[in-house]
């Protein structure tokens, strides 16, 4: 199988010829730091939004023979909506988001154009163009099917919390303000459903949905509210994507047992990432098993971070154990590839996967 089959076929639920490697995504310094292990002749060890246009280049195009290197079954690329610097480590997006750029060069919303409902009616979501899609071109130009093509993209809930600025404020609308809720979330699905299927066109075979739902202990609204403000939107996406050929996994952070069962009767083909500080994945993908694949969990906070090889070998074995029979599993580590896990780790993660994943399993 190739990459791309294998990847596929284990979002689908089914068993391909080896457990899928695959990361929603894996900080620049990270990838240059990875790749110092095999390569010369590298970019500078930089955030992007630091590099100049040949640095960018040349950075996408290490992730490239990174990928190549460790044999990994997808790639995963953003939506680029733009960032045009304010100082002060802000910026502001196509969507007049503005956020703080953490020293790791992650935006996080810290304002946004929607203070009222009245400031519905002069905004419009911009209009999803090839400028969105140049880095899913790229990707799908460099591997030629030969790997899974992975859109990331926030979705409904995320993306109507930036635009009101917190996460609070939206949190706050579900209980005092449901009119202004379900109006954002009309405007902002439709507006996913455009970048989502103009992504699917320009080569993504796949959508994973960030966007954190819950925190280690419960889920951030309560599953009434889920039902209410965000599920009948989220089934929207999920059928839109399926028409337009595509899969669709959904990222959360957290506890998501309360909500579990809603986010596959949403239609989500995958969840990731099975937290192990606060979700089993071997208890998950039992519950899940025949209607939606799992993706995760080597734990990026502890094992990863801390650890050895060898401890992350062990892990790795032991996630493949109760995650991959049977198939419907693909592995990742539990959020991404950050700037604290070790390169070596990341490594060690990829060679174990390769060790232990073929099938039949047994290990």
Same mark, same amino acid.
């Given at each position: 199988?190739?990459?791309?089959?294998?990847?596929?076929?284990?979002?689908?639920?089914?068993?391909?010829?080896?457990?899928?490697?695959?990361?929603?995504?894996?900080?620049?310094?990270?990838?240059?730091?990875?790749?110092?292990? =095999? =390569?010369?002749?590298?970019?500078?060890?930089?955030?992007?939004?630091?590099?100049?246009?040949?640095?960018?280049?040349?950075?996408?195009?290490? /992730? @490239?023979? %990174?990928?190549?290197?460790?044999?990994?079954?997808?790639?995963?690329?953003?939506? %680029?909506?733009?960032?045009?610097?304010? *100082?002060?480590?802000?910026?502001?997006?196509?969507?007049?988001?503005?956020?703080?750029?953490?020293?790791?060069?992650?935006?996080?919303?810290?304002?946004?154009?929607?203070? +009222?409902?009245?400031?519905?009616?002069? !905004?419009?979501?911009?209009?999803?163009?090839? #400028?969105?899609?140049?880095?899913?071109?790229?990707?799908?130009?460099? =591997?030629?099917?030969?790997?899974?093509?992975?859109?990331?993209?926030? *979705?409904?809930?995320?993306?109507?919390? #930036?635009?009101?600025?917190?996460?609070?404020?939206? /949190?706050?609308? =579900?209980?005092?303000?449901?009119?202004?809720?379900?109006?954002?979330?009309?405007?902002?699905?439709?507006?996913?459903?455009?970048?989502?299927?103009?992504?699917?066109?320009?080569?993504?075979?796949?959508?994973?949905?960030?966007?954190?739902?819950?925190?280690?202990?419960?889920?951030?609204? #309560?599953?009434?509210?889920?039902?209410?403000?965000?599920?009948?939107?989220?089934?929207?996406?999920?059928?839109?994507?399926?028409?337009?050929?595509?899969?669709?996994?959904?990222?959360?952070?957290?506890?998501?047992?309360?909500?579990?069962?809603?986010?596959?009767?949403?239609?989500?083909?995958?969840?990731?990432?099975?937290?192990?500080?606060?979700?089993?994945?071997?208890?998950?993908?039992?519950?899940?098993?025949?209607?939606?694949? @799992?993706? *995760?969990?080597?734990?990026?906070?502890?094992? /990863?971070?801390?650890?050895?090889?060898?401890?992350?070998?062990?892990?790795?074995?032991?996630?493949?154990?109760?995650?991959?029979?049977?198939? *419907? !599993?693909?592995?990742?580590? +539990?959020?991404?590839?950050?700037?604290?896990?070790?390169?070596?780790?990341?490594?060690?993660?990829?060679?174990?996967?390769?060790? !232990?994943?073929? !099938?039949?399993?047994?290990?």
């Amino acid at each position: 199988m190739t990459g791309k089959e294998r990847f596929l076929t284990a979002l689908k639920g089914g068993q391909p010829d080896a457990v899928p490697i695959w990361e929603m995504g894996i900080n620049e310094v990270c990838i240059i730091d990875a790749a110092k292990h =095999f =390569f010369t002749d590298l970019p500078a060890r930089k955030l992007i939004h630091e590099m100049n246009m040949a640095e960018q280049l040349a950075l996408l195009n290490t /992730l @490239v023979k %990174l990928l190549d290197t460790l044999d990994m079954d997808g790639v995963t690329m953003p939506t %680029l909506t733009g960032r045009e610097d304010l *100082g002060g480590n802000k910026v502001r997006d196509k969507l007049g988001v503005v956020s703080h750029v953490t020293p790791h060069g992650e935006p996080f919303p810290v304002d946004g154009p929607i203070k +009222s409902e009245s400031d519905l009616s002069g !905004y419009k979501m911009p209009k999803p163009d090839d #400028s969105f899609m140049m880095a899913v071109r790229f990707a799908s130009a460099q =591997f030629a099917g030969r790997r899974a093509v992975v859109l990331h993209s926030p *979705g409904t809930f995320k993306v109507s919390w #930036s635009l009101r600025g917190s996460m609070e404020a939206l /949190l706050t609308d =579900f209980a005092l303000n449901p009119t202004l809720a379900h109006s954002l979330a009309r405007m902002v699905t439709d507006y996913c459903i455009e970048v989502f299927s103009l992504a699917l066109k320009c080569g993504a075979d796949a959508v994973i949905l960030e966007g954190d739902l819950a925190m280690n202990n419960n889920t951030l609204m #309560s599953p009434k509210h889920y039902r209410e403000f965000i599920k009948p939107y989220h089934k929207e996406i999920t059928d839109a994507v399926h028409a337009a050929g595509g899969l669709i996994a959904k990222h959360s952070d957290g506890n998501l047992w309360p909500i579990l069962d809603d986010l596959i009767e949403a239609g989500f083909d995958g969840i990731h990432p099975i937290q192990p500080q606060c979700m089993d994945i071997g208890e998950v993908k039992a519950h899940c098993a025949g209607r939606a694949a @799992v993706l *995760g969990n080597i734990d990026c906070i502890g094992v /990863l971070v801390d650890g050895t090889p060898d401890d992350v070998d062990e892990y790795v074995k032991q996630t493949i154990r109760v995650a991959a029979p049977g198939g *419907g !599993y693909i592995l990742s580590s +539990s959020n991404s590839i950050h700037p604290d896990v070790k390169p070596e780790n990341f490594i060690a993660m990829t060679k174990a996967a390769k060790k !232990y994943g073929a !099938y039949p399993i047994n290990v």
